[in-house]
């Protein structure tokens, strides 16, 4: 059965089904925070009480080292925090709010994967949900499609909730759709902040449907999901949809001698085709790029900004927070739209690897269990998804629409140490 069977689902469930009501009222990035820490209380109680509490909330087994890996990993990522801010004298005022941006931000990447591997959620609760919302998703899509060939507005409305605190207005303002700035032509983003994140999250939601067995639901899910991928006119999520659903069923694989050898035999024939594959491979990234060649030249010199700044000024722990970019950028901040350049900058190595270590691990686990059963295909493309989506955004402002993806990865932890 896929409805929920204990609150702790029950929870999760109708979270996850209120996606577009919340989005109405500007409430998912308050909403998405919320969610963790009561569901992070649920299970400091399970742990605590023990076999005292109701038998459908007890701790579904030992925490995984995975989890622990994230804990530890988020944690060092606040002191990397705090030492940032003392360095460079960012006062007590804004060490105190840059704590609360990582109670909402990072702390749910540490969160939800523990809620996931001690609270008894399975996995079929998770997708279910993601395919009634993608249902959901397809009634409303009509009304976005159509509204700027009928001259709607583009912004609906402005939440009040946005005086709670986030990283801009984008987060609380209902949005019909958007102009492509570089075309003026329309772009979708859903429910998501901007387009390039929708069609990322229509790539989570694809994952999730592959996932179910009756098959209305299964194909309103993958229905939604590529909708949201194309309509958001994303390059990003178009390299998902294909990496994230082929890449994990392709994994088992590498225990198979036959591919090996196919591989070897691939191998050798590059000494006669390489060249001319490499000019191919080369053409075609161009091209990728020159897709949306302005966004291409505004991410790569927020890139290079972030490098030579980490490295000449806060090798270590980093700047404490996002600076203002120049003109040149589009006053985009420096370290934004990429997690990668973005915790050097902002946390220096130090939370570099506090990311890179539970992510890797993470993934390390997936892509084993993929390759020896049906079971790792859906962690290991959530977790393809999270690395590509580290390449293009600053994941941690993400991870309250996120949340789904992560508890599943802690239920996966689960049941890969049980």
Not at 78 to 87: Q, S
Not at 113 to 134: F, M, N
């Amino acid at each position: 059965m896929s409805a929920p069977q204990n609150p702790a689902e029950a929870m999760v469930w109708k979270t996850i089904l209120w996606t577009w009501p919340f989005y109405a009222f500007g409430a998912l990035y308050v909403v998405g925070p919320v969610l963790a820490w009561l569901m992070a209380g649920l299970v400091a109680l399970s742990l605590y009480l023990g076999p005292a509490i109701r038998s459908d909330l007890r701790a579904a087994g030992p925490l995984p080292l995975v989890v622990w890996a994230w804990i530890i990993g988020m944690l060092v990522m606040l002191v990397a925090l705090w030492i940032g801010h003392i360095e460079w004298d960012q006062g007590m005022k804004m060490t105190i709010k840059s704590s609360i941006g990582w109670a909402k931000g990072w702390a749910l990447l540490a969160l939800f994967p523990l809620a996931g591997a001690v609270l008894p959620i399975r996995r079929e609760v998770l997708v279910r949900a993601q395919c009634r919302l993608g249902f959901w998703t397809l009634c409303i899509a009509p009304v976005l499609l159509v509204a700027p060939y009928l001259g709607l507005p583009e912004r609906v409305w402005t939440s009040p909730l946005k005086a709670v605190g986030g990283p801009g207005p984008e987060y609380f303002t209902v949005f019909l759709f958007t102009f492509d700035p570089a075309s003026w032509t329309p772009r979708w983003q859903f429910y998501a902040p901007w387009s390039p994140f929708a069609a990322l999250l229509g790539v989570v939601m694809v994952l999730f449907a592959l996932e179910e067995k009756e098959g209305r639901w299964r194909a309103a899910g993958i229905a939604a999901g590529t909708l949201m991928i194309l309509a958001s006119k994303s390059r990003m999520g178009l390299v998902g949809l294909v990496a994230c659903t082929v890449g994990p069923r392709l994994v088992p694989l590498v225990l198979r001698s036959w591919a090996w050898g196919g591989l070897a035999a691939f191998t050798a024939s590059l000494a006669i085709t390489g060249p001319w594959f490499l000019e191919k491979i080369g053409l075609g990234i161009d091209q990728f790029k020159s897709a949306r060649a302005d966004s291409t030249r505004v991410r790569a010199t927020l890139q290079r900004i972030a490098r030579e700044r980490w490295q000449e000024e806060a090798p270590w722990f980093g700047h404490g927070t996002v600076q203002p970019g120049p003109h040149i950028v589009e006053y985009m901040p420096i370290g934004s739209h990429h997690t990668w350049f973005g915790l050097l900058f902002v946390k220096g190595v130090v939370g570099l690897m506090a990311l890179a270590v539970p992510l890797i691990w993470q993934t390390a686990l997936a892509f084993k269990d993929a390759a020896v059963g049906p079971r790792g295909r859906l962690p290991l493309g959530l977790c393809m998804v999270m690395v590509l989506l580290s390449f293009g955004e600053n994941i941690e402002i993400e991870a309250y629409l996120l949340w789904p993806a992560l508890l599943c990865l802690g239920i996966h932890a689960r049941e890969c140490s049980t």
